[in-house]
Nanobody, 124 residues
Framework: QLQLVESGGGLVQPGGSLRLSCAAS????????VAWFRQAPGKEREGVSY????????NYADSVKGRFTISRDSAKNMVYLQMNSLKPEDTAVYYC?????????????????WGQGTQVTVSS
């Protein structure tokens, strides 16, 4: 079964940048669509960005368009989320997820494999 691990979170000032990474500690991401989600305290989990298997289809939430960029590197078995011009409202735990049977559906796709999340805090 696919196991995912996120990294790259941290504390950053407003206007700063972070790059999140999603790795498969077991299995390979090459066979999966992958998405980034986030959940802030007291709020529902929301989809942030999505990339399909070959990188030819990419989606972003309206709140991050123009600021975040999703990409994947098959050679490294990694998916990234470059986050620029960060705002305090971007503060959340960020999760990567791979498509598969599961209760969470976004962009018409269900996501069944999830990482443990990485905290992103945007504050001065």
């Amino acid at each position: 079964q696919l196991q995912l691990v996120e990294s790259g979170g941290g504390l950053v000032q407003p206007g700063g940048s972070l790059r999140l990474s999603c790795a498969a500690s077991k299995g390979t991401l090459d066979y999966y669509d992958v998405a980034w989600f986030r959940q802030a305290p007291g709020k529902e989990r929301e989809g942030v960005s999505y990339i399909n298997i070959d990188g030819g289809r990419i989606n972003y939430a309206d709140s991050v368009k123009g600021r975040f960029t999703i990409s994947r590197d098959s050679a490294k078995n990694m998916v990234y989320l470059q986050m620029n011009s960060l705002k305090p409202e971007d503060t959340a735990v960020y999760y990567c997820a791979a498509d598969g049977p599961g209760p969470t559906t976004f962009w018409g796709i269900s996501f069944g494999s999830w990482g443990q999340g990485t905290q992103v805090t945007v504050s001065s």
